[in-house]
């Protein structure tokens, strides 16, 4: 079945960075894209980011652009979210979420991790 | 950039009620609307996909509708499960969610 394990909970300092995990298992991994959305606490879903793990394409959403990198490791099924020069307003809930895609522009995101709480405090 | 706006942003319901939320983008998206559904403390799930399309596994009482800028997501008859958070979510230029809309115990 296909899971996506995402890495423990952080705790930043404002301006440091902090690198999430996402390991997949269960599908092929080079032929689902991977998302990023996050969720500050009580706030509703943002989309920052997709990786194509066939031909390391990226897209990222004008908000995030030059502060978030979307990496993976097709060795080990692993998509990862990197966000630098963080403040309070980063403190958020990070998912990766598989995309599937139905036609050109009917796709969708079935499957989620769990999440991963990042805090930025000082 | 496409908005994607949600109402209500909360109602209160009953098990059993008949619930229906809409939302309304902000340019012609086709059917290009998906629906998905949060309970407390767990990831989004899908529900709908392309306006009206069940996604496998998610139960009949739940129906999608719309094309264009407007849609709806309907509940035929809300399960204690049901309570949580429903956002849409337009694919036609890049994404965003609607700010979601909070399905509460009456």
């Known amino acids: 079945q296909v899971r996506l394990v995402q890495s423990g909970a952080e705790v930043k300092k404002p301006g440091a960075s902090v690198k999430v995990s996402c390991k997949a298992s269960?599908?092929?991994?080079?032929?689902?894209?991977m998302y990023w959305v996050r969720q500050a606490p009580g706030q509703g879903l943002e989309w920052m980011g997709w990786?194509?793990?066939?031909?390391?394409?990226?897209n990222y959403a004008q908000k995030f652009k030059g502060r978030v990198t979307l990496t993976m490791d097709t060795s080990s099924n692993t998509a990862f979210m990197e966000l630098s020069r963080l403040t309070s307003g980063d403190t958020a809930v990070y998912y990766c979420a598989r995309q599937s895609v139905v036609d050109m522009a009917t796709f969708l995101l079935d499957f989620w991790g769990l999440g991963t709480l990042v805090t930025v405090s000082s | 950039d496409v908005q994607m706006t949600q109402s209500p942003s909360s109602l209160s319901a009953s098990v059993g009620d008949r619930v229906t939320i809409s939302c309304r983008a902000s340019q012609n998206i086709n059917y290009y609307l998906n629906w998905y559904r949060q309970r407390p403390g767990a990831a989004p799930e899908l529900l709908i996909y392309?306006?009206?399309t069940l996604h496998s596994g998610v139960p009949s009482r739940f129906s999608g509708s719309g094309s264009g800028a407007d849609f709806a997501l309907t509940i035929s008859s809300l399960q204690p499960e049901d309570f949580g958070t429903y956002y849409c979510?337009?694919?036609?230029?890049?994404?965003?969610f609607g700010g979601g809309t909070k399905v509460e115990v009456k």
């Open positions: 990786i194509n793990p066939d031909n390391n394409g990226s």
């Open positions: 269960g599908y092929i991994f080079s032929a689902h894209f």
């Open positions: 979510q337009q694919t036609y230029s890049d994404i965003t």
């Open positions: 392309g306006a009206s």
